[in-house]
């Protein structure tokens, strides 16, 4: 068997062992200390903004702590883009709020502006305004963000912007993990950075962050005995986490270099292909390219679907995957509110994420070329 391709695998840049090193001789082996100060800075930095960055253990803990920060309470309705992973709409049930979903759009496979905007009219109409809106930057490619802010802005509903998967994507300059009241990163380890496991809470405002960290440490009163008048959570990054996203955020912008290459090498190569089609970057948009994803339609491509060009892939021992599962079709969130016209229904049976580490060598693509090639004449 040849060795397995990945569909995004870790890809260490060399300095983060010397960052792990220095918490362990400095004895900072505890869920604070410089190494969180300085990741904290290092990404602040790197969106370009005066923003605030509360270091956690995840993504999902930054998505919780932000409906906690926005008042969120039990019976809330929380609107979610549907199309993502389960882990953005999971802390909306956490609260006991309730998830009211949105479709996709096809130009950017994002939460649709339209059905926004018809969402919170019906569910006003129903007599509840939502408390939130959480759209996502699926595989890097960015969400509208402009046109979802105006409308959160008419209704004044707070967004919360899952950038999960699009550390580095911008839109007219501006990062992806700035737009909403508050954002949230993740650093899991398929994502374009890792700390192994680990997420960020950012905002511009530095009262929110503040309560962030005081939330993510068991929420401590300022005394010297353990006083607490709120309910607290263990949700801070660990200092040897931390470290090794101070080296991971020395190559971010190699690594996002590496993966739009690993895009392009696709493209060049498939795009021409009947029936294959990829999602371009929209005017002024920038993509991380965090994964490569393309549409499979049987109707041209003679009768090949995606889930033959992944089983494919698979008997040569390369990880693909269908895109996310849109969560208004997934058992657990059955009888949801759903306001969509089919788009993310579709792109889920019609689309497949290649691998797209920024580790995969010439070999590694040829190998995977050699499979479509066989199958896509
Ligand atoms: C990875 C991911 C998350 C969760 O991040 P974790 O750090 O794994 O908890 C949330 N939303 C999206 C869209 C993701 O891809």
Request: proline share 5%.
């Amino acid at each position: 068997m040849k060795p397995k391709i990945w569909l995004s695998s870790p890809h260490m840049g060399g300095t983060e062992l010397n960052y792990v090193h220095e918490a362990f001789d400095t004895n900072w082996v505890a869920p604070l200390g410089p190494n969180v100060d300085n990741f904290e800075k290092d990404i602040a930095s790197f969106l370009k903004e005066d923003v605030h960055v509360a270091a956690l253990s995840s993504g999902t803990a930054g998505l919780h702590l932000a409906l906690i920060l926005l008042g969120i309470q039990p019976g809330d309705e929380v609107i979610c883009q549907s199309m993502t992973f389960s882990a953005t709409a999971n802390p909306i049930a956490y609260i006991g709020a309730k998830p009211v979903f949105v479709d996709s759009e096809a130009d950017t496979w994002n939460m649709s502006p339209q059905l926004l905007e018809a969402a919170i009219k019906d569910r006003i109409a129903k007599g509840k305004t939502p408390k939130a809106i959480i759209p996502v930057h699926l595989y890097g490619i960015p969400a509208r963000m402009k046109e979802i802010q105006a409308i959160a802005d008419k209704y004044d509903i707070p967004v919360i912007e899952d950038a999960a998967e699009a550390l580095g994507s911008s839109i007219d300059g501006k990062m992806c993990g700035t737009f909403g009241a508050i954002n949230v990163l993740s650093f899991n380890g398929n994502k374009i950075i890792t700390t192994s496991g680990g997420g960020a809470l950012v905002t511009h405002n530095k009262e929110i962050a503040a309560k962030a960290r005081f939330l993510a440490t068991q929420a401590r009163d300022a005394a010297p005995h353990y006083q607490h008048s709120h309910i607290g959570y263990n949700y801070r990054m660990s200092n040897i986490c931390a470290g090794i996203g101070r080296g991971q955020m020395e190559v971010l912008n190699k690594r996002i270099e590496q993966r739009r290459r690993i895009y392009d090498l696709y493209y060049s190569r498939l795009s021409k292909v009947e029936g294959i089609s990829f999602i371009e970057e929209q005017p002024g948009c920038f993509s991380n390219r965090w994964l490569t994803t393309i549409l499979v339609d049987p109707v041209k491509t003679n009768g090949v679907t995606r889930e033959d060009v992944r089983l494919a892939l698979e008997k040569e021992n390369i990880e693909s995957r269908p895109l996310w599962k849109p969560m208004h079709l997934q058992p657990v969130f059955e009888g949801a509110p759903f306001y969509g016209d089919g788009t993310s229904e579709k792109l889920f049976n019609d689309g497949l994420c290649l691998p797209s580490g920024s580790n995969l060598t010439d070999d590694d693509m040829n190998r995977i070329f050699e499979v479509m090639d066989g199958l896509l004449k």
